[in-house]
Each structure stands twice: as C-alpha cells, then as structure tokens.
C-alpha cells in the first residue's frame, strides 16, 4: 500500500487553476521531498489530500483511505504541520497540544514534553507571545506527539534557526526510521537534497518530474568556468552566460568536443568542468520549458 | 465535547461582558421604577401625546404606573436589543471566525467529522444564549424583590420565554449565514439584528406592513401583546423556528462540503 497516491487530481478554484491532473505516489516508508516555484499548487495538493479543498475530479488515497469519504481516518493517522501555524489566541503552548491531543481522544502529554524539551518550547508561554519560530515549534509538536504514520510537511523550517532545523531534521530521521511516511514540500533544495530519498517536482499544476533524488539530480549539463578570453557565438547548448572581468561561467549541454575545439581557438588560461550542483538543475525544471535534462 | 468546552473557554469573555452589560441596564430600569411609578399619570400623558412613536414602541397598550407595564417597554427593550445583538453576534462568527482567523486549518486536520464540529459549536452558542438569559432574568427578579414589588410571574416569565425563543432563532439564522463568510461578518450579524429590531417597530407603526411581523423575531416579543393575552403567539413561533431549522440545515448542507482556505 502506497502512503499518497493521487490519479489524475485536479482542483480548480474557478476560473483558476489549483493543481491539473496530478498523478503521484509516494511509497509508505518513504523521505519524499515535494518541490516547486510559489504559485505551482504545493498546498494546494496537500490541502487535497488533507480533505481541506474537495477535488475538482480524479481520485486521491491517503494511507490507503479515500480523501472524500475516509477523511477523518487520514487525519487520525497524519500529522500536518501547516506553513503558517496559527493557533487560538489567550491559549498556552500546554492548552494548544492538550486541545489537539483531545481532538484525537489520545493522551500524548509524555510525547509533548519531550518533543517542547528537544526543541526548547516553553510550554508556559501564551500563544500570542510566541515568535513565528516559536509558532512553528508549537505546530511540529502538534504534527508530531500523536506519532503519526504519515506526516505531511508544509515548508517546516521556515522560521527555525539553523540549530533547531537540525534538530528538528534528526527527529523526522529518527521517526522515518521507525517507518514513519514523510512527505516534505520545500523550497530548500539543500533540504531535499540532505534527507529526501525521492522529491517529484510540481510547476503550474502539473507534476514535471517525479523520481529518486539521485536520478533528478543527473544531468547531461556541465557548468564550465573559465579564465581568460573566450568567444561563444555559434556554439550551441549554452545557458546562464555569466562574465565577469576576464572570467566566464555557464552550463553547457551541447557537444563536448565543439567546446573543447573553442577553448582551443580562444586563450584559456585556467578551466574547470564539473557537474552543475542540485539546485541549479531543479531551476532547470523551474524555468519555462525546462522539462528535459 | 472537546469543541463545546474549547468554544465556551474562547467565548466566556464575551459571554460575561454581554451579561453584565444587559443585566446592569435592567437592574437600573427596575429600580427606577418606584419613582417613575410616582409619576405615572404624566408619563402617560407624555407618552399619549407622542402618537406613531408610542405604538412602535407599544406603549399604547401598556400602562406605564404597573410594573409589567413599565418592565414590558423598558426592559424589554434593554433584553431585545442586547440579546438580540449578542446572539447574531456570536452566531454569524461561529464558523467564519476559524477562516477569518486561519483556525479552520488547525481545527479541521483534526479526525473529527465536519458534522460533529458543527454541532459541538451549535450547542455552545445555545449554552452561550441559556446561560445569558438565565442570568438575566434571576437578575430582574432579584431586583424586583429589592423594590418590594410583587412579582408578575406569568408575565415576566412569557415575555423572556419570548425573547429566548427570539436569540434562539437569531443565533440559528446566523450560524447558517456564517457557513457561508470566510471573512469578518460581525457587520452582517449586527445588521440583520438591527434590522429585524426596526422591522418590527414599523410593523406596529402601519396595518399595511403587519406581514412583518411573521419575518422578524421580534414581532413574537411584543409586551404589549403578551401582557394582555397572557400567552405566546405560538404560530410566529412557530415559522420563527422553521428559520431557525433551515439556518441550521443550510448550515450542515453547506459547511460539510466547504472548501476550507
């Protein structure tokens, strides 16, 4: 059984559009990154999956449930930490997670403390008085104290300072080694890139690449940086063309020999060809038409 | 009944500060009423003489020198508009509030069913308006007994069975309304209680716009009617509450299937 499987979802708000024909699985057990530019219907999905928004048409499971008729078995077993976490004002950090634990009709006071104790949380303090950081700490908790098998993750770290996003990152490890589900949208490719064993990547709607972040990560393209005088016009499969001075930088993705045939026409006093880094290949797939490698 | 406790916890301020406001007026009215009933003879003079304003009100047919008479138009008047206030109030925010607020996502990712949150939310805005009337109606009677009168119990006692009965369709009217607002709505509520205050008063005013009545809560809280009839107009009650149901059920039908942002 897969932990999310959604076949052809699709929510339109109106005239707008949500998400288009959204087909995504993402394997129980899973550190599964979902990334895409603003706009692209992140939360759009996961307020889908959530029972939140009623899809428009197509079919979505979570944890095996269906998310318009098994919506309350989903949130028994899911944790959602929202990208902004608000709470009821006048309540304390202890009323907030007693709320969501009796919202449950669980007990998960022992859970709670030491979650509030591994990312330092006051449990004293008045939600009113806590700083957007601190909101979110509150919202992992909630998320996380019932021990959920799935946890859906809306940019989590937005807010954390990097102490605590690490700390923070050890506890979705240790919980995705218990076989805790995680599905993971963030703009952070470095956080992808770190813990996500798979990440589909979402523009406009639709899913344009879907696949271990190994794979994803693989490119035909080369960055190449130079020093000293060279002339690129006419050689083809040159793209984010940067000078500087007497240095040059850009990907390349055409013919090797072609290039090096250049090089050697133009003066070229230092030279490196390596593989672009993760993020420069997923603004690849950001980019308009960036769809292939 | 995690929400009906959480939602009694959120509105208890309220609750405490509605009361107090409308039971302190009345308390006020009611022990000014010796030395108003002192002069009696010129109010009613006063009153007979101010012709549409004295029907709108119903002063007409109450005699301003007895203590019903006196409590029918005045505190009456303080329980109508602040109850009738109160009760939109905390009707037309109940549900609106969590997408005003962006509560709704934190409350609605729980596993309760949509269904279920609805009716723990209905049952504490009726708690709310029990507990409101409750207290007020021991507070008139208290006061009362402080200045020695004899308590006109049917009559008192009909007259806030009305004006509960008028909350309660309010708050249920409301509560359907506010399954439809994803923004601050206070306004509409205020609004819509406001407005069926006045329709009521021009109801009394002109024959032509009696049908009024049968629309507005209000027209089934009339002193003047219920004190001479010593009973309540069960037919205005009656459609008063069918509003009430299908505010209710407008309610359930819609937010059971709303997308919540």
Not at chain 1, 62 to 69: E, H, Y
Not at chain 2, 35 to 59: H, L, N, P
Not at chain 2, 87 to 105: F, N, P, Q, V
Request: aromatic share 8%; glycine share 10%.
């Amino acid at each position: 059984m897969d932990a999310i499987r959604t076949e052809n979802l699709t929510k339109n708000y109106g005239k707008f559009r949500g998400i288009t024909n959204l087909n995504l699985t993402v394997p129980q057990g899973a550190f599964f990154g979902f990334i895409g530019p603003n706009g692209a219907g992140k939360s759009t999905t996961i307020r889908t999956l959530l029972g939140l928004l009623r899809p428009t048409s197509g079919q979505a499971q979570v944890l095996g449930f269906s998310v318009t008729r098994n919506r309350e078995d989903i949130l028994r077993w899911t944790g959602y930490l929202p990208s902004e976490a608000v709470f009821y004002p006048g309540m304390r950090v202890r009323e907030v997670l007693k709320l969501s634990a009796d919202l449950r009709k669980r007990d998960c006071a022992k859970e709670a403390k030491t979650l509030c104790e591994r990312l330092r949380l006051d449990e004293s303090r008045r939600v009113e008085e806590l700083s957007f950081g601190n909101r979110k700490k509150l919202g992992i908790v909630c998320a996380l104290q019932h021990d959920p098998e799935l946890l859906i993750l809306d940019e989590p770290t937005s807010g954390l300072d990097p102490l605590m996003q690490r700390e923070f990152f050890e506890i979705l490890k240790e919980r995705n080694a218990q076989g805790t589900t995680v599905f993971l949208s963030t703009h952070v490719l470095s956080e992808i890139q770190r813990s996500c064993t798979q990440a589909a990547i979402l523009r406009e709607g639709r899913i344009i690449a879907c696949d271990s972040v190994e794979n994803l990560g693989k490119t035909n393209a080369r960055r190449v940086t130079l020093q000293g005088r060279f002339e690129e016009a006419g050689l083809s499969g040159i793209r984010d063309l940067t000078r500087r001075d007497s240095s040059a930088s850009f990907l390349y993705s055409g013919e090797m020999k072609a290039l090096l045939t250049r090089l050697a026409q133009g003066s070229v006093q230092d030279l490196t060809i390596s593989e672009p880094d993760l993020e420069e290949v997923f603004l690849h797939y950001y980019s308009e038409g960036g769809e292939g490698k | 009944m995690t929400i009906v406790k959480h939602e009694l916890r959120q509105g208890w301020k309220n609750l405490v500060i509605w009361t107090g406001a409308i039971g302190f007026f009345m308390v006020v009215c009611i022990l000014l009423f010796p030395q108003m009933k002192t002069q009696a003879a010129d109010m009613s003079e006063a009153f007979a003489s101010m012709g549409a304003f004295t029907a709108a009100f119903g002063m007409d047919r109450l005699n301003f020198g007895t203590l019903i008479g006196f409590y029918g138009v005045e505190c009456g008047n303080v329980v109508g508009i602040g109850g009738g206030l109160f009760a939109a109030m905390i009707g037309i925010t109940a549900l609106s509030k969590e997408e005003r607020d962006h509560t709704g996502e934190f409350l609605l990712t729980h596993p309760i069913r949509r269904s279920r949150v609805l009716t723990e939310k209905l049952t504490a805005l009726l708690l709310q308006v029990l507990v409101l009337n409750a207290l007020v109606f021991l507070l008139s009677l208290a006061s009362m007994v402080v200045i020695g009168e004899d308590i006109p119990w049917r009559e008192v006692g009909l007259q806030h069975l009305a004006f509960l009965f008028m909350q309660l369709e309010l708050v249920c009217v409301c509560f359907g309304i506010s399954a439809f607002l994803r923004r601050s709505s206070v306004g509409i509520g205020l609004g819509l209680a406001i407005g069926a205050y006045f329709a009521n008063l021009l109801a009394n005013l002109s024959q032509d716009l009696e049908a009024l009545k049968y629309l507005t809560p209000y027209g089934y809280t009339e002193a003047a009617e219920i004190v001479t009839e010593q009973c309540l107009d069960t037919e205005k009650i009656a459609i008063g509450l069918g509003f009430a149901l299908i505010g209710v059920a407008a309610a359930y039908i819609k937010y059971t299937k709303k997308d919540i942002h």
